[in-house]
């Protein structure tokens, strides 16, 4: 059964947060270097060559608010339906406990998780309103506010989230700085939409998302069997977040080689389409 706290529950977002940010790359490199960059301008969405921006990028958890808000509810309710075996994840303790009436501990981090997935249910309805209803004439880039807000809200709540051992502050301040580090730039977009830099930040913090979530998948308990080298049973062992640690940089450094090639593919190619 799917579930954040194991290996699916990890590689399942960070899946869609690595397909999210190469469609991000993909779109921006085109719409780049298929005009004069000094026209540049970031777009809060993308689509394919020849087909329009927001239906393909709304299947990736996108920009696309029918989407956007169809797969944030499907989280959101698979969070706090299938996380317990009872049944739907009660936040107040049931009549007839021995805490009946206050916050349930055991449930209560199923509703941080779940909260998560509200602001890219808000950010979507913006989407729906200011694409459907232009008459409306909302601010310009107002979908790239309320989506920076979706990243800062999973952020906040993923840095404020309780940590026990040395590997899990580890995994969840860096799983924070990378969320912080997507949000911050779709807002430098907002107020430089012609800034190139802060849209390659934008998709590398979708894409160091990804990996970091496939990353703690494999440090985690799977089907039941805890792999021994992530072994977390002495509580305070630092060896295993300073390993961590190291392989998160490598994957930092794989991305940036990524980007590099990536970056040099398409000018390739658009360069030869316009010669």
């Not at 807000?149 to 990378?178: C, G, I, S, V």
Request: aromatic share 16%; hydrophobic share 45%; glycine share 10%.
């Amino acid at each position: 059964m799917w579930a954040p706290a194991d290996w699916k529950g990890h590689v399942l977002p960070g899946t869609i947060f690595i397909l999210w940010g190469l469609h991000w790359l993909q779109g921006s490199l085109r719409l780049y270097f298929s005009q004069n960059p000094e026209k540049y301008r970031s777009l809060a969405c993308y689509g394919l060559p020849g087909s329009p921006p927001w239906p393909l990028e709304g299947c990736l958890h996108g920009q696309a608010g029918v989407f956007k808000m169809a797969l944030a509810f499907l989280g959101g309710w698979m969070e706090l339906t299938f996380m317990k075996r009872d049944g739907f994840t009660r936040l107040i303790c049931k009549p007839g406990t021995p805490r009946e009436g206050f916050i349930n501990g055991g449930t209560v981090h199923n509703w941080q998780h779940f909260v998560s997935y509200v602001g890219f249910f808000v950010s979507g309805a913006v989407d729906i309103i200011n694409y459907f209803l232009p008459g409306l004439s909302l601010p310009e880039d107002v979908e790239k506010v309320f989506l920076g807000l979706a990243f800062f809200n999973e952020a906040m709540l993923m840095f404020l989230h309780e940590k026990k051992t040395p590997l899990d502050r580890l995994m969840h301040q860096t799983l924070a700085y990378a969320m912080f580090g997507t949000a911050l730039p779709i807002w430098a977009e907002v107020v430089w939409p012609q800034s190139f830099l802060a849209t390659m930040c934008r998709v590398g913090g979708a894409l160091g998302q990804g990996v970091i979530f496939w990353v703690i998948a494999q440090t985690i308990k799977m089907d039941d069997v805890y792999i021994v080298e992530w072994d977390q049973t002495n509580g305070q062992d630092q060896v295993l977040s300073s390993y961590a640690a190291v392989i998160f940089v490598q994957c930092f450094v794989g991305l940036q080689c990524l980007f590099t090639l990536t970056v040099a593919l398409f000018s390739c190619r658009f360069k030869q389409d316009l010669a």
